[in-house]
């Protein structure tokens, strides 16, 4: 069965903290990974993706695991333009650009 | 920057009705898709589309479901005799080709309440 599970939190943080979002796939043949955040009923929009050695983009840092079939997001120095809901995605097997999303989990950056 | 643009924003029908849903993906991306998200739940894919072809569908897309690209800058969802259950945020997406290929543009949805 193909899944993509996140854990829902949602995470209520401070201003200025560090967070830590984590992901499990279960189809080994994926390629291809992501993560994308979304606002309150808008559509989903990339983030980054992750690559097997792991990437930064300024605060945001991804880390992929093949072997344990993980990902990871963390979050430096939070701000409050960082509320949103984080969707892990993962592709589904080499050559295919359909990707299949995890329920998603919810920040809330508080003042 | 380029952007995928759907139509219309919002439709209100009655079951049984047919609902088509427009989109204009990035005029140079090869890529077509369509996703859905039922309130509350998460972003589901429906059926990506290339080279004027459907390459791969899931369960959702059952044979209520069709899509099309009419000419060259539309893409179409329709769905032929709508259920309460087909009310969700239909999002269509478009991708490049290469590396780009699995880096997919969202448009801002279209919701469909099914009354």
């Known amino acids: 069965r193909k899944e993509v599970e996140q854990d829902p939190g949602p995470f209520n943080v401070p201003e200025g903290a560090t967070v830590a979002f984590n992901c499990t796939y279960s189809n080994s043949a994926s390629q291809s990974f992501f993560w994308y955040r979304q606002d309150c009923r808008k559509e989903p929009k990339l983030l980054m993706s992750?690559?097997?050695?792991?990437n930064e983009d300024g605060r945001f840092t991804a880390q992929l695991n093949r072997a344990s079939q993980y990902i990871s997001l963390l979050i430096r120095d939070s701000k409050l333009s960082d509320s949103a809901t984080y969707l892990c995605?993962?592709?589904w097997g080499a050559g295919a650009n359909n990707l299949f999303f995890g329920t998603g989990t919810r920040l809330t950056v508080i003042p | 920057e380029p952007e995928v643009t759907q139509t219309p924003s919002h439709q209100v029908t009655q079951m049984g009705q047919e609902v088509i849903l427009r989109c204009v993906p990035i005029?140079?991306?090869?890529?077509f898709y369509w996703y859905r998200q039922i309130l509350g739940q998460k972003v589901e894919f429906l059926v990506s589309f290339y080279n004027n072809e459907i390459s791969e569908k899931s369960e959702i897309f059952d044979d209520q479901f069709s899509v099309e690209r009419p000419d060259g800058s539309n893409f179409t969802l329709k769905i032929r005799s709508t259920k309460l259950e087909d009310s969700a945020m239909y999002f269509c997406a478009s991708s490049g080709i290469g590396s780009g290929a699995n880096v997919l543009t969202f448009g801002a949805g279209s919701r469909l309440t099914v009354l």
């Open positions: 995605v993962v592709n």
């Open positions: 992750v690559y097997s050695s792991g």
């Open positions: 005029s140079n991306h090869l890529y």
